[in-house]
């Protein structure tokens, strides 16, 4: 269960979902990011509004809460979803590195309003000759030569 105070950001998070759908910005899903008891971003779902298929409220949230830190990471920051995370998000929030994850409703109960993410789990999990949308594979030495020279690179920033 979680604390009082835990509880309002998780609420805090559904008023966001329920906000953005009812003014049209995109799906209903809300986040917020919190660090030491207060939040340090937020967002809804902006999918349709800002014709971007990457403003899912926990992308919005993590952009937001990256640049008030100043960091590409939420090393002691705790996220709240409205939703359990789609397969994009989930690869955002482990990038992020994040404490923990809070969420109220689902993947099941996002694919029974027709926001079905199984497809996709399906996609990830099957070879790249089989998956619904052509991956080719075109190896390129110039490309090798920037990987190489990365791997090389004594100033580089690991993340």
């Known amino acids: 269960m979680l604390k009082p105070e835990e509880k309002k950001f998780l609420e805090r998070a559904i008023a966001l ?24 971003g937020e967002g809804n779902n902006r999918v349709t509004s800002s014709n971007d ?3 899912h409220a926990e992308v919005v949230a993590i952009r937001e809460a990256c640049k008030k830190l100043g960091n590409y990471q939420l090393e002691g920051c705790d996220i709240y979803t409205s939703c359990e995370p789609c397969p994009m998000c989930l690869g955002a929030i482990y990038w992020a590195r994040p404490r923990r994850v809070v969420y109220a409703n689902t993947r099941e109960e996002a694919a029974d309003i027709e926001f079905d993410d199984d497809f996709i789990y399906h996609e990830i999990n099957i070879p790249i000759s089989d998956r619904k949308i052509p991956f080719i594979h075109c190896p390129h030495p110039e490309a090798e030569e920037i990987f190489t020279a990365w791997k090389n690179w004594e100033g580089k920033q690991k993340y």
């Not at 329920?18 to 899903?29: A, L, N, R, V």
């Open 53 to 55: 298929p990457t403003a």
């Open 17 to 40: 979902s329920k906000q953005g759908m009812e003014s049209g910005k995109g799906g209903p899903f809300g986040c917020v990011i919190v660090k030491n008891n207060e939040i340090i």
